[in-house]
């Protein structure tokens, strides 16, 4: 998606796509991979994709943030990649971006915001992480919040002052502004790597493991507590949902060996351990055959248990669950009389 | 009080520039992304009664229309990707067209601001900072441009026009400069105001007084004769979309992106701003507001993708 090719075609002035074409564009992105979806599932996508760019373009204070918005996007991708090749081409991506449109005035970004909005006008599909957070309506529009702090270079509304011809203020007078707005925040980094100072381009998806706050539209200057959390990759205070299921699976693996194994895999896995378990359902030969890699010393080595199903072990509570599996040819007869009592089934059961 | 105008479909009110003068035939807008659409709304609109027809119909993208009287008529002026285009009253004739470019070979040319000098001139500015002025005679045959000046560096955002003489034009750009010009035979600049960097989106001249909203959500207020700020609000928390004047009264009318209408009381004798009326449109994201009456007792407000036209009645 980063080819310098398609980069370079990308980013020559052109007005904004047509619908088609970008829809086009993004069921040929998303099938880039084994993934397919039916056409009900891409639809879906889609929807969801469109209303999340809709509402940070929206929530966008002032316009110059559709570029931190943009760098939040890149930051992410750059988060995800790991061969140098895949970084040098966000490196790319990076300056191809800055040399665009970082020399633009606030009046011309306004006007990019302006194509932006038209082009997702209409969009009014309910997405259930933003009405969880409460930033999105049931007919679909987006709560326009007025409270945060105002954007750079703008002022908290409530004053008029009144200047002499010298331009000395002479005179400052108040009213009610409505709203509870606050001081401007210092605003987000533009450089390759920084602080980006808004949530907004960030994945929705995490949660805030320290306080109640919606992840939805947070802004940190410096005398916010959330400072150093933001983009993605900085994850210090965030609780990654996804993660947080993976070790929940790892703890469930080894309470299931532990429970196969009985004494003997408190002594060789180490109770509570949270090194990686490979579990092989499948025979020796065929693991040899699927890995071929994989070394015949490690095959033998202490940290690999053979457990053979078809042979019993000695643990009591397995046996009983075996046991509890098999059912006689006797009771299975008892079974076809419907008058029997289903205290007496239940009792030869037992 | 305030009342709900429906229009026949969102696409008629909802693009982030619509602005339309209400005189006694109220106007709506349609921007669609690739379309211009004109549509007339007929007055009774307290009768929630209105008769509409579609007048037009071109691809293009919308910036600004403009109603004003020219000698006997009442013309529609409206400023476009495809340049400047003025209409009879009923809208439905084209009498003239200009595309109002200076780079015909890069792309993204549109026509910006609008005003009406004197009796018969009109001013109107594009997306390289140039303005023309085209002279309107009597028959509206023929309108012929008598001057064309580069007057800034960016694009222009808003021009207003002195109605009482003195044939005074402010202009501004995409950059935030703000230039005063006398109109002679041709433009000749008098002063250029101290740049604020967020541009000003709209501008009114009224009783000596240069009325500029900014996109930083403040509205200052700039003398005609000292050529020094008088006064300044912190109006709102983001950038004004859209400002109104009523000339019979000083009233001055605010909608922005922050979901508030206000309306501002300027004092003719010095300048003075204060707050007369506030209101929020929760949830709206507003992009058009106009008064309905010379005295600015009624106006209205348009927001983003809604087929609403909210009016509001002192």
Redo the contacts between chains.
């Keep these: 998606m980063l080819n310098e090719k398609f980069l370079i075609q990308l980013f020559k ?4 796509y047509n619908k088609t074409a970008l829809r086009k564009l993004f069921e040929d992105l998303a099938h880039a991979s084994i993934m397919r979806l039916d056409e009900a599932s891409m639809d879906k996508l889609y929807d969801l994709m469109i209303m999340a760019f809709k509402y940070q373009v ?1 929530m966008a ?3 110059l943030e559709l570029i931190l918005i943009t760098l939040n996007h890149v930051d992410a991708i750059r988060n995800f990649v790991s061969a140098p090749a895949l970084q040098t081409q966000i490196d790319k991506t990076y300056t191809m971006l800055m040399q665009m449109y970082a020399h633009l ?4 970004m ?2 990019v915001k ?1 194509s932006l ?3 997702l ?2 969009h ?1 599909v309910r997405v259930s992480v933003f009405l969880r957070h409460k930033v999105q ?1 049931t007919d679909g ?4 919040p ?1 409270s945060g702090p ?2 750079a ?11 002499d ?3 000395i203020v002479c005179q400052t ?1 108040h ?5 509870e ?1 606050a001081a401007a925040c210092e605003p987000g980094s533009t450089e390759m790597h920084g602080n980006r100072g808004t949530d907004l381009g960030c994945n929705i998806y995490t949660v805030p493991a320290t306080t109640d706050m919606s992840p939805m539209n947070t802004y940190y200057g410096n005398n916010n507590p959330l400072e150093n959390i933001g983009a993605v990759g900085n994850g210090a205070k965030y609780q990654d949902l996804e993660a947080d299921e993976f070790l929940l699976g790892k703890e469930e693996l080894n309470l299931l060996m532990a429970q196969l194994l009985g004494s003997q895999a408190e002594q060789k896995q180490g109770f509570g351990s949270k090194e990686i378990i490979r579990l092989s359902l499948f025979g020796l030969g065929e693991e040899k055959e699927s890995n071929p890699t994989l070394q015949k010393e490690e095959l033998e080595s202490k940290n690999f248990i053979r457990i053979d199903a078809r042979t019993r072990t000695s643990t009591a509570a397995l046996e009983k669950v075996y046991d509890e599996m098999t059912m006689q040819n006797e009771e299975l007869q008892q079974d076809e009389d419907k008058e029997q009592d289903l205290l007496d089934l239940l009792d030869s059961m037992m | 009080m305030v009342g709900n105008f429906f229009v026949k479909n969102y696409a008629a009110l909802d693009g982030v520039c619509s602005k339309w003068l209400c005189d006694c035939v109220f106007f709506g807008i349609s921007f669609q992304i690739t379309k211009i659409v004109l549509r007339l709304y007929h007055p009774s609109y307290y009768r929630k009664e209105f008769t509409e027809e579609q007048m037009y119909e071109r691809n293009g993208t919308l910036t600004l229309v403009m109603w004003c009287d020219v000698k006997r008529h009442q013309l529609l002026v409206v400023a476009s990707s495809l340049g400047v285009q003025i209409f009879d009253e009923d809208g439905r004739v084209c009498k003239f067209s200009h595309p109002c470019v200076d780079m015909p070979d890069g792309g993204g040319n549109f026509a910006r601001g609008l005003a009406l000098i004197g009796h018969d001139m009109l001013c109107v500015g594009n997306s390289s900072g140039t303005i023309r002025i085209f002279h309107i005679p009597e028959d509206l045959d023929p309108v012929v441009k008598i001057d064309h000046k580069q007057v800034h560096k960016k694009a222009v955002t808003d021009i207003a026009a002195s109605v009482t003489g003195g044939n005074l034009v402010v202009t501004a750009d995409d950059s935030g400069e703000l230039s005063l010009w006398r109109l002679e035979r041709e433009l000749h600049l008098v002063s250029m105001f101290p740049t604020f960097r967020y541009p000003c989106t709209s501008l009114k001249i009224w009783e000596g007084f240069i009325l500029c909203a900014f996109g930083s959500g403040h509205i200052r207020v700039f003398g005609t004769k000292t050529l020094s700020l008088v006064c300044e609000v912190a109006a709102h928390a983001r950038w004004i979309t859209a400002a109104d004047l009523a000339p019979d009264t000083g009233y001055f009318l605010s909608v922005s992106e922050d979901s508030f209408v206000k309306v501002w009381q300027i004092s003719k004798r010095d300048g003075m701003v204060s707050l007369k009326f506030s209101a929020q449109v929760q949830d709206n994201l507003l992009v058009g507001g106009k008064f309905l009456c010379s005295g600015g007792e009624k106006f209205c407000v348009s927001t983003y993708e809604s087929c609403n036209v909210i009016c509001y009645c002192a």
């Design positions: 002035p052109q007005t904004v929206l204070r002032q316009p005035s606030i009046g011309e306004q006007n302006y909005l038209n082009f006008q209409g009014r309506n529009t987006f709560v326009i007025t105002v954007p270079g703008c002022e908290i509304p409530g004053c008029i002052r009144s200047f011809p010298d331009g007078t009213f009610p502004a409505g709203g707005y």
